[in-house]
């Protein structure tokens, strides 16, 4: 089975299982794509291993998942099936696909992300959204990092990953006339 097949079926079972979701492809979450990320109370990573695929690269991305996502899985396909648990850390989950079944292999557990790496992938237009609705000032003409950090110094973590989620799962891709894929 290739990435994409797996993508397809997971992102059918995710929408079924879920009543609020939005979903992301392709996600760049700093030095490291995404292959698929939801956002519901809580930003997940799913990292995608189909048959062809190798594991060379999932050390890399294993690191930057761990400082964006709250909850990591990787996402593999009958090849991999015996080798994920020994390749992810133990706080990943792992969902296997066979055929069209999903399997739930182990969940993931909370992980400690960067608040500023989440705050990083907001617009500047939601990142003013976010300061209007805690009272803080605009910094109108600042640089976006200068918002950013000014937001991590003032604002508790469960709070700014409760606005991160909320803009992502309320983004309007019309703003800018831009696809939302």
Not at 33 to 43: G, H, N, S
Not at 58 to 81: M, P, S, T, W
């Amino acid at each position: 089975m290739n990435a994409q097949e797996i993508k397809n079926i997971l992102i059918a079972y995710l929408k079924a299982t879920s009543h609020e979701i939005r979903i992301y492809q392709e996600k760049s979450i700093g030095d490291a794509v995404c292959d698929l990320m939801t956002v519901t109370d809580c930003l997940t990573g799913y990292e995608i291993k189909s048959d062809l695929d190798t594991y060379q690269r999932l050390c890399h991305q294993i690191k930057a998942y761990d400082l964006f996502f709250e909850q990591n899985y990787i996402v593999v396909g009958e090849r991999h099936l015996n080798s994920a648990a020994r390749r992810v850390p133990g706080h990943w989950g792992i969902i296997t696909i066979q055929s069209d079944h999903v399997i739930v292999n182990r969940a993931a557990r909370a992980g400690n992300p960067s608040c500023a790496r989440q705050l990083a992938v907001l617009w500047k237009l939601e990142l003013t959204n976010l300061l209007t609705k805690t009272s803080l000032p605009l910094y109108t003409y600042k640089s976006k990092q200068y918002i950013i950090d000014r937001i991590v110094e003032r604002l508790d973590e469960a709070e700014i990953k409760r606005h991160v989620a909320y803009e992502l799962m309320h983004r309007d891709y019309a703003l800018f006339d831009a696809k939302d894929s």
